[in-house]
């Protein structure tokens, strides 16, 4: 039997054993990822598995996203700031928790992903571009960074658009597959940006064909992420 699987077998498991496996102190944890991808299946499943306190992302008590689908170019800067001011509350809150947490969508992914992409589409002026950059280095200074971010990959985007049309949100109901390859587009290099100018570590994984709700996918991505915070 080699190295590898006399470790393997050693270490305890179910989630039990992957609790032991993290260190004593708070860990702060947050999911990454296009729309569909499965963030907030990962964050539950986390939640649940490993005992973090959950903070959902602000989507569904969103009082502009259905104008904003509805018409992106009026609606953008506005949707824009409303997301930077809820994650930087939940930031403020998981500061104050005392159990481990685990953030779903990342507060990095408005400023590096979606203001620019909007930019780039028409939808944010130069103006209201800079100035949500303004809004976004005044309110996120001093916050508590996540330790760790796990992202998820998917470059299939019909895999993408399944996924979105399975969960039902009528707001999303015309995304369309020229939005999602946009953003997978700037979600290729965000890995890389978040450790050279944020200083994040990041696990990225492609879920394309996995399937992480129960058996041995469950299972799997349990024991990476484990893996991935215990470092």
Avoid at 50 to 65: A, M, S, T
Avoid at 145 to 153: A, H, L
């Amino acid at each position: 039997m080699g190295t590898d699987a006399i470790a393997a077998a050693v270490l305890p498991t179910g989630n039990r054993g992957r609790r032991s496996r993290l260190p004593r102190q708070k860990r702060f944890v947050a999911l990454a990822g296009n729309i569909g991808a499965g963030k907030t299946t990962a964050a539950k499943l986390i939640s649940h598995a490993l005992g973090f306190e959950l903070f959902d992302e602000p989507v569904i008590d969103n009082r502009f996203l259905k104008d904003y689908y509805a018409d992106m170019r009026r609606w953008s800067f506005t949707l824009q700031l409303e997301f930077l001011i809820r994650r930087v509350e939940h930031h403020e809150l998981i500061h104050t928790v005392k159990k481990s947490c685990v953030q779903d969508r990342t507060l990095y992914e408005d400023p590096e992903i979606f203001a620019k992409y909007l930019h780039g589409l028409g939808h944010l002026t130069d103006s209201e571009l800079e100035l949500y950059f303004e809004y976004f280095q005044r309110l996120s200074s001093g916050i508590a960074r996540p330790d760790k971010i796990i992202f998820f990959e998917v470059p299939q985007l019909d895999v993408l658009l399944s996924r979105i049309q399975v969960r039902g949100r009528v707001e999303e109901k015309n995304i369309g597959v020229d939005f999602l390859r946009g953003l997978n587009g700037y979600y290729a290099g965000f890995p890389a940006v978040l450790k050279a100018k944020y200083g994040i570590d990041c696990l990225s994984l492609d879920v394309t064909h996995r399937d992480i709700r129960n058996g041995p996918g469950r299972e799997e991505f349990l024991d990476q992420v484990t893996t991935f915070l215990a470092a």
